[in-house]
């Protein structure tokens, strides 16, 4: 009798500061607003910053969640934290 076999995850994925840029640029090349463009642009620096701060985790639910109660601390607005995670390149993976 033979033991079954562990379905292999696929590994964690923890993303280099080239693949938030390139995530980056993808995101702002998408719009055609300058103003649109300034609060992404802005929005993405803010959370590449957050991200590479904290220790380097996967991109998973875990770090959208860490990152909501990081702007919740910031006491910014509800609307404010809406638009910070819709720009996050963790929310487009």
Known sequence: ???????????????????????KTAVLNTLTSKSGQR?????????????????????N??????YRIFLEQKQYAATTINLRLAVCPTCRV
């Not at 009798?1 to 995530?23: F, G, I, N, T, Y």
């Not at 993405?44 to 590479?52: A, E, G, P």
């Open 1 to 23: 009798m033979s033991k079954p076999r562990k379905k292999k995850r696929p590994p964690k994925r923890v993303l280099a500061l080239p693949d938030l840029e390139q995530s």
């Open 39 to 59: 609060s992404y642009d802005r929005a993405i620096t803010d959370f590449v910053d957050w991200y590479c701060s904290e220790p380097r985790l996967a991109f």
């Open 61 to 66: 639910r875990t770090v959208v969640l860490r």
